[in-house]
Structures are given as C-alpha cells and as structure tokens.
C-alpha cells in the first residue's frame, strides 16, 4: 500500500462529465464552453489497451492537487 506524505502533488485524470438524470449523456471535460486550458498545458494520458478499446481518452489536469493541505477555496480559472 502507498502513503501519500503531507505536500505531496497528485495527478489529477479528466474523463467526461454529465447530468446525473441522463448517465447515458455524457460530454469530454474540455468540450465544455468553460475552463478552458491553454493548448500547450493539454496533456492526455498515454492509454493502456483497455481504455483504448473502449475509447476513453484521459487528460491530465491543470490543477494541482496538494494532499493533507487546509483549504476553504481556491479560485482555479480567471
């Protein structure tokens, strides 16, 4: 089992996003018309077999994700 140590940054994957009311309606995170990402900060994730065959296509986040780290909020897009 890995421990995740205090500070540590996390790889954050991006798939799809819909309604909770239509599973079958589904969108690719970037396609949405908001938060969009600088082309160059656009990283997909190399793709085993079975997500290949099925046709997922992840992309690395822009955000960093910092574990045992207080927050309230933090903005993420201007």
């Known amino acids: 089992m890995m421990k995740t140590t205090a500070t ?10 819909g309604p909770f009311e239509n599973p079958s309606e589904t969108y690719r995170y970037f ?9 160059e900060n656009l990283k997909e994730k190399k793709q085993t077999l079975g997500e290949l065959l099925s046709g997922d296509h992840l ?17 993420l897009v201007l």
């Open 8 to 17: 540590e940054l996390e790889t954050m994957l991006l798939y799809v996003v």
């Open 31 to 39: 396609d949405l018309p908001f938060c969009q990402p600088q082309p």
């Open 59 to 75: 992309f690395k986040a822009p955000y960093q994700l910092e574990f045992l780290v207080d927050k309230d909020s933090e903005l």
